[in-house]
């Protein structure tokens, strides 16, 4: 998955890249792209820095989700009969021989 999103961060890199050329020159295109290669390089390792502070400042305790509860009652203890034709029309099978 990393994989394929930094296949798609290069392509962006790379047309953004042609368009800054081809409207503004080719120094802001080349500082364009020196700044997004350094955003790709050290983007990460800050956002590591950022969560490891967090981290150890206040650690939240883990706790078990509840158990869903699912009640029910046999049908047996129904004592109405269900009828077994669908109300919608479109539901019956048609069969012809």
């Known amino acids: 998955m990393e994989q394929q999103l930094r296949?798609?961060?290069i392509g962006i890199?790379?047309?953004g890249f042609i368009v800054t050329w081809i409207a503004v020159g080719t120094l802001a295109a080349f500082l364009g792209l020196f700044?997004?290669?350094a955003a790709m390089a050290v983007g990460p390792v800050l956002?590591?820095?950022?969560r490891g502070q967090r981290g150890g400042?206040?650690?939240q305790a883990q706790r078990r989700p509840a158990p869903h509860v699912v009640t029910a009652r046999p049908l047996g203890d129904e004592e109405?009969?269900?009828p077994?034709?669908?109300d919608e029309p479109s539901l019956i099978i048609g069969v012809s021989n």
């Open 13 to 15: 890199l790379s047309f």
């Open 47 to 50: 956002l590591d820095a950022r």
């Open 57 to 59: 400042k206040r650690r």
């Open 35 to 37: 700044a997004g290669v």
């Open 7 to 9: 296949r798609y961060f």
């Open 84 to 86: 077994l034709v669908p």
């Open 80 to 82: 109405i009969e269900l």
